[in-house]
């Protein structure tokens, strides 16, 4: 059987150390692994039908919702049997334990967002997230998946969500056939992300609640740069010094559920 191919994008340097750093924990592991790497450029855009392109041209997480779809099933029409993306703002922070080979024909990465409520509790909601993605070429479910961004996308009349066709969709869709999940693969929140900074903390705890199983990589969720959540500013230092302490504290255990 044929060794996993894995993808990543980013645009043209210089990068942010945040960016540098996450990607460097896909392409080492990758590397250790002896899978093939990939990374691309805006050149991925080009993939993009002219109409979606047109409709979704001030939408660039949807673009690229679309182009890691359309990169995957390129790859598969010259030969892949696996391919999986990795956004570049995903750090391996558990790299001896992080595995891919069992994975079935297709995998979505797990998503839990640690949020304050309105009485200032912290609640964690549970979905999918297609910041890591796994597919064989035996998947019946990736040319629906391109359908479907292109439907939703040339069909859009008013403002969106950015996470229309990424998070969203794949949620929906999760919720009615039930598919596979990288448990593994998780996403962190700022407020969690702060509690991993400062050694602990109740979003956190929180967190590692709703965990089934250790998690071994994380997207750190580079879009929110410039933005406030939960009264906690998030700026690429801020990141980098999240990514750093994952890498300091959970090496070798990854976060295990509580």
């Known amino acids: ?11 043209a340097s210089p990068w942010p150390k945040f960016i540098e750093v996450a990607v460097e924990s896909v ?3 990758a590397k250790t692994r002896n899978y093939r790497y990939i990374l691309f450029g805006d050149e991925v855009m080009d993939l993009l039908p002219n109409e979606f392109a047109v409709k979704c041209s001030n ?9 890691r779809l359309l990169i995957i099933r390129q790859l598969f029409e010259e030969g892949a049997e696996q391919v999986i993306w990795f956004d570049a703002d995903v750090l391996i922070f558990s790299p001896q334990q992080f595995d891919v080979d069992p994975a079935p024909e297709q995998v979505v990465g797990r998503e839990i967002w640690v949020s304050k409520t309105k009485a200032g509790r912290w609640k964690a909601h549970k979905h999918v997230h297609n910041a890591a993605l796994s597919f064989q070429r035996t998947s019946p479910i990736l040319d629906f998946l ?3 961004t292109e439907r939703i996308g040339k069909q859009l009349k008013a403002p969106a969500s950015p996470q229309l066709v990424g998070p969203k969709l794949f949620s929906h869709i999760h919720n009615l056939v039930n598919l596979n999940v990288w448990e593994e693969a998780g ?15 109740p979003a956190l705890d929180c967190h590692l609640r709703k965990q089934t199983r250790p998690a071994l990589a994380a997207n750190l969720c580079y879009s929110l740069v410039g933005k406030k959540i939960d009264d906690i500013f998030v700026d690429e230092d801020f990141l980098l ?14 976060l295990t559920p509580m």
Do not use: T
């Open 146 to 148: 391109i359908f479907a």
């Open 187 to 201: 996403m962190l929140s700022p407020g969690v992300m702060s509690n991993i900074i400062n050694k602990g903390g």
């Open 27 to 29: 392409a080492s592991w």
């Open 241 to 254: 010094d999240a990514a750093n302490e994952l890498l300091k504290q959970f090496y070798k255990s990854g």
């Open 59 to 67: 939408r660039l997480p949807m673009m690229i919702d679309l182009a």
């Open 1 to 11: 059987m044929r060794r996993p191919i894995i993808i990543q994008s980013f645009h």
